[in-house]
């Protein structure tokens, strides 16, 4: 189980490279779906951890955020962010139809029933609202981190679509990402394989590694880097995955046949 340390990811989130670069691929995809006007628009941040990506998407409008740590909403309130609740696990505490946008960054990978988790973003979320979520990928990329910070899998872009799909919302993309840095994730894998350093049963506390100036700025430079080659096409691999739903009030029924998968909508098969 993971000891949260919310001041060391306090402390970090602004200018550590990995969130630098993660936050710049995310905000550059979602910036493409949201709707013209972004002034009036309702979000919740699911998840939303210290609060930093919680201040950016304040500025599309009114932002919530919610978390099932107490210390994380703490530290979000210190940065005046004002509509932060602690919730306990289970559904969320809004109504239906409440949002235009819901964002989880690397949340449900921590959830033991996922698609209970989807299906709920879909109740609380507009007709034509927007999911974005991050999620980390492949199984074999699976190490100490992972059991460090409580994960229950990790996903490959098929897995996630079907859970997606299945909850009632149409995924519009999909793709990879952290590719740049993939082979070197790799090796770290299989090193810890051989080394035998993954311990099941540990509980380590999370720390963020300090790196030097000159060195965060260019590893931010190369992870920020891929927001640009993400405008012209999806990274077929990568650390990560990101996916851009959004909600329809017609769901459809994934009909499986011999062959092939054909969506059939509901009305048609009636």
Request: positive net charge.
């Amino acid at each position: 189980m993971m000891r949260y340390v919310g001041r060391d990811i306090y402390n970090h989130e602004q200018s550590h490279w990995w969130f630098v670069g993660r936050r710049k691929i995310v905000f550059s995809i979602l910036d493409k779906y949201l709707p013209v006007v972004k002034g009036q628009l309702r979000l919740l941040d699911v998840g939303c951890g210290t609060g930093f990506n919680l201040t950016r998407l304040d500025k599309y409008g009114h932002a919530t955020g919610v978390d099932i740590s107490e210390e994380a909403v703490k530290f979000s309130r210190l940065r005046n962010c004002k509509d932060v609740l602690k919730i306990d696990k289970g559904n969320l505490p809004f109504n239906n139809n409440t949002f235009n946008v819901v964002t989880v960054l690397d949340v449900i990978e921590h959830i033991d029933d996922d698609y209970a988790a989807l299906s709920d973003y879909y109740r609380v979320m507009k007709d034509k609202g927007v999911l974005l979520i991050t999620v980390p990928a492949y199984r074999f990329l699976w190490g100490a981190h992972d059991v460090a910070v409580d994960h229950r899998r990790r996903y490959v872009a098929r897995d996630l679509k079907n859970k997606v799909e299945k909850a009632g919302f149409a995924v519009k993309r999909l793709t990879y990402f952290e590719t740049f840095f993939f082979p070197f994730v790799l090796l770290s894998r299989i090193k810890e394989e051989f080394a035998k350093n993954v311990a099941d049963n540990s509980s380590p506390v999370i720390r963020i590694k300090d790196c030097p100036y000159f060195v965060n700025k260019l590893l931010g430079f190369i992870f920020s880097l891929e927001a640009r080659f993400l405008e012209g096409f999806d990274f077929k691999y990568g650390v990560l995955l990101l996916c851009v739903a959004r909600k329809s009030t017609m769901k459809t029924d994934i009909v499986v046949q011999k062959k092939r998968k054909k969506i059939i909508p509901l009305k048609e098969k009636l």
